[in-house]
């Protein structure tokens, strides 16, 4: 194995941590807020690392461009959601609250 | 060696999993749970279906089955709930338990039987001739280069034609039903700054997904799901419309697939060959010409099923 290839191994193994951590912290914080906290770091930062994990191994700069804005639409998603879902719990002003 | 084994394993944990989600989804008594559960496995099925090496298949169960189906769902539970709210739902009833032991038993059966014969093909006789290997062969005369649209939109043309009739058939079911259900509040900042990022950008990834399905994963049905997936989303924001255009355009829009599939068909006809037999030389146009008509109308009819009947 290329030190590169060692360098990929070592980024998705950490992804892969935040994600264990992330559904550790889902399945045992006690509240909603700190639940949404642990999910969010391992949208985040757990498919960062992988997607910088995997981005030496790919065929050409427009597959790394998609890789990339995967990452950036789970974000963007993550982000959001997280939002909703809070704004929701705290000022009960959900977008779907029945009339 | 070791290598087989881990693969072995990962497949084992895939379809545990699998199941194990769709005995939860089954099981779960509450609808809205159900529906989550239900759209983990789709997301789960397009797992076993990348993993089976059909990644066009994984696209469409990942946004048709889990996306757009979930989506659906989550609409009709609201709706529901909504009405057992008002005191106007009808009663579910459960089903008895002799008539689900009996389907399970009846599945099970069903499922030995299809292995059995997946098994004797494999390892009875002599290797017969097998469809896959003589498609292959003439793919390069579809006028595409993925295999999967030349199957959709030549080989079985005929068949994605009656899918476009089905899927517009059940839009019909869904306007004559009754009334679109109760429009979502008007989208606060944040949503409305990600609707405007994600709308176009979907809109766009559909013109790719609908031309980069001649020639790799992807074509209409994928890319129409995610036209649809944008009106959802346009929904949820607060458009009670969905972004879909008033009522008589809309009618135009959902028929527009089945319309131009089968002019080209009998366009073809005229010039002397049978419905829907492309000649080679123009098979990439035409294909390129039915798939854009269906991606727009399948877009249209999933948004306007999610809408949920016709709006007053």
């Known amino acids: 194995m290329d030190w590169i290839d060692w360098l990929s191994a070592v980024l998705v193994a950490l992804g892969a941590l935040f994600f264990i951590a992330g559904t550790v912290g889902l399945l045992r914080l006690p509240d909603l807020f700190s639940r949404l906290h642990a999910l969010t770091k391992a949208d985040n930062l757990g498919l960062g690392l992988i997607m910088l994990g995997v981005l030496p191994q790919v065929g050409g700069p427009l597959q790394g461009l998609k890789l990339l804005m995967i990452w950036l639409l789970v974000l963007l998603a993550g982000a959001t959601g997280a939002h909703l879902i809070a704004k929701r719990a705290l000022r009960g002003d959900g977008e779907d609250m029945f009339e | ?312």
Do not use: C
């Not at chain 2, 076993?48 to 469409?60: E, G, I, M």
């Not at chain 2, 389907?103 to 004797?120: D, M, P, Q, T």
């Not at chain 2, 002397?272 to 269906?294: C, H, M, R």
């Open chain 2, 1 to 312: 060696m070791i290598y087989d084994l881990w693969l072995l394993i990962f497949d084992l944990v895939l379809l545990g999993t699998l199941l194990a989600l769709a005995v939860a989804a089954l099981s779960s008594p509450e609808p809205r749970r159900a529906v989550m559960l239900f759209i983990a496995f789709g997301l789960w099925l397009s797992l076993v279906w990348a993993r089976l090496r059909a990644p066009d298949v994984a696209l469409a169960e990942a946004a048709i089955g889990a996306g757009l189906g979930g989506a659906l769902m989550l609409a009709a539970a609201r709706r529901q709930a909504r009405e057992a709210q008002q005191g106007q739902a009808l009663a579910v009833e459960r089903p008895s338990p002799l008539a689900v032991w009996g389907l399970a038993f009846g599945s099970l059966i069903a499922a030995a039987a299809l292995l059995w014969v997946y098994y004797s093909t494999l390892h009875g006789g002599p290797e017969p001739e097998r469809l896959a290997d003589l498609a292959l062969a003439r793919v390069p005369e579809s006028g595409v280069t993925n295999p999967v649209t030349s199957v959709l939109l030549n080989y079985r043309a005929y068949d994605t034609l009656l899918e476009l009739g089905v899927l517009m058939t059940a839009l019909l079911g869904i306007w004559s039903l009754g009334r679109a259900s109760a429009p979502f509040q008007p989208a606060g900042p944040a949503l409305t700054a990600m609707v405007a990022w994600v709308v176009p950008l979907l809109i766009l990834t559909a013109g790719y997904m609908l031309w980069i399905g001649a020639s790799a994963p992807g074509g209409a049905f994928q890319a129409g799901a995610l036209l649809g997936a944008a009106g959802v989303i346009l929904r949820l924001a607060g458009d009670p419309a969905a972004g879909l255009p008033g009522e008589t355009a809309q009618r135009w829009l959902v028929s527009l697939g089945v319309a131009v599939f089968a002019l080209v068909g009998l366009a073809l006809m005229v010039a002397g060959l049978g419905f829907l037999t492309y000649p080679p030389d123009q098979a990439k146009w035409l294909i390129l010409a039915v798939e854009s008509a269906a991606t727009v109308a399948i877009g249209a009819t999933l948004a306007a099923a999610y809408v949920g009947g016709r709006r007053a």
